[in-house]
């Protein structure tokens, strides 16, 4: 897996406390540690006693389709996203899963397995620029039931079964995205990862039949590998739970109740004014934003380029707001086939290519949820890059 020996390669700064002004800075993988700061200043309200004798089984309900999935953290999903309506949780099963990473290979596995015998391998694809471990997420077992198929614009004009991969809003490049496949046999997991206040306008609440929700991104605590699916079809979920089962054997109990905990304070809290985690990530993400925008918006010769998003009315915020993406999608502007990448490493800058979420070079993905400290540094390495006009990045 490319991404993790990038992370054990480099000096990943991000997981150090005492930031070395020559390190190289690790913004290649999306650790959102941005987040830790309202947390610790949540103090106690979100600390998790477990006794010794408590949890021990591999069971929670038996009478439930998850059976390994602790009715508290059931209750706090359901009531986070009717706090926040960025999801529809009525008439769904809700399948736990060891981060979302193994619920969309849980997904995957369900919809191609319940295809007639004959009708595999189904090909897996998503619009580029995609998440690139959904490429890992897809080859790396070598399933015979399911392999990567690439770009979905590219796979329209192709015949077959698929399931497409909508992550919507997008990783890496923040957009909000729909299936583009559109054919009858095909089948559609939708990944909202990112379809939370702090980065994007909750403009809608999506009733999909299977969508992706993930602790990790929600409040940062990554650490804890919990995800979520809300899934409309029974046999669907059934055979997500089947595959979670042969996996793993359920998910962690301790990381269910911690998860319960978390998100039902940021249940408690969203309305308020002064603790809303939301309010709170949105100032974050906002600030960063604009931090990163004024120093590529003063690199002479426009170096650089920042997607830019459309303001939309947010629901759960009542006005309008801007996106503040998870990832910054950046490009060089000046420069036809250049490599970006190589450019930031220059300055011990470590992105990921954008050629390995099925674009060009000239893109880069920047993670925008690291600490303050390597936040700052990002910014002072990006300002002082300068490109002589007769230099070549080739
Ligand atoms: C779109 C998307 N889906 C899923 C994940 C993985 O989430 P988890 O940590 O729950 O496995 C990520 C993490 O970067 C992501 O960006």
């Known amino acids: 897996m490319v991404g993790f020996e990038y992370a054990k390669k480099s000096d990943n700064a991000s997981n150090k406390n005492n930031l070395l002004s020559d390190a190289v800075i690790n913004l290649d993988h999306g650790d959102p540690t941005a987040f830790e700061e309202y947390w610790r200043k949540m103090g106690d309200r979100c600390t998790v006693v477990i006794k010794g004798w408590e949890l021990m089984s591999y069971f929670s309900d038996v009478n439930k389709v998850c059976w390994f999935m602790e009715p508290e953290l059931e209750n706090a999903i359901r009531g986070l996203h009717a706090a926040v309506g960025n999801a529809a949780t009525e008439e769904r099963y809700i399948v736990v899963g060891t981060g979302s990473t193994q619920l969309c290979q849980a997904a995957v596995h369900s919809l191609s397995s319940l295809r007639p015998c004959g009708t595999h391998p189904v090909s897996v694809v998503a619009a580029a620029p995609y998440y690139s471990t959904y490429v890992e997420e897809t080859t790396y077992v070598r399933s015979e039931m399911y392999r990567w198929g690439g770009d979905a614009r590219r ?46 306008p909750i403009t809608h609440r999506p009733h999909h039949d299977i969508m992706l929700f993930t602790f990790s991104k929600l409040s940062g605590h990554a650490g804890s590998r919990i995800g979520w699916a809300l899934v409309k079809d029974k046999e669907v979920a059934k055979k997500m739970v089947e595959y979670i089962m042969v996996n793993s054997i359920g998910v962690s109990k301790e990381s269910q109740m911690r998860a319960a905990k978390v998100l039902n304070v940021m249940t408690e809290t969203c309305r308020s004014h002064s603790d809303s985690f939301f309010l709170y990530g949105r100032d974050k993400m906002k600030n ?18 920042l997607p830019k998003y459309p303001e939309a009315f947010c629901n759960f915020f009542g006005k309008p707001i801007g996106s503040y993406p998870a990832f910054a999608w950046l490009a060089i502007g000046c420069h036809e086939e250049s490599d970006l990448g190589s450019l930031l490493m220059k300055q011990k800058v470590l992105t990921r290519s954008g050629n390995r979420c099925g674009s060009d070079k000239n893109h880069v993905r920047a993670s925008m949820l690291c600490r303050d400290d390597v936040f700052s540094l990002f910014l002072h390495r990006l300002a002082s890059i300068t490109i002589p006009a007769t230099d070549s990045l080739h």
């Open 155 to 200: 796979y329209e004009k192709e015949e077959g079964p698929y399931i497409e991969l909508v992550t919507s809003p997008n990783n890496p490049d923040g957009t909000m995205r729909e299936e583009v496949v559109k054919r009858p046999q095909g089948k559609v997991i939708y990944d909202l990862a990112y379809y939370w206040p702090h980065f994007t």
């Open 288 to 305: 960063r934003w604009d931090k990163l925008r004024e120093v590529v918006e003063q690199q002479s010769d426009d170096i650089f380029t």
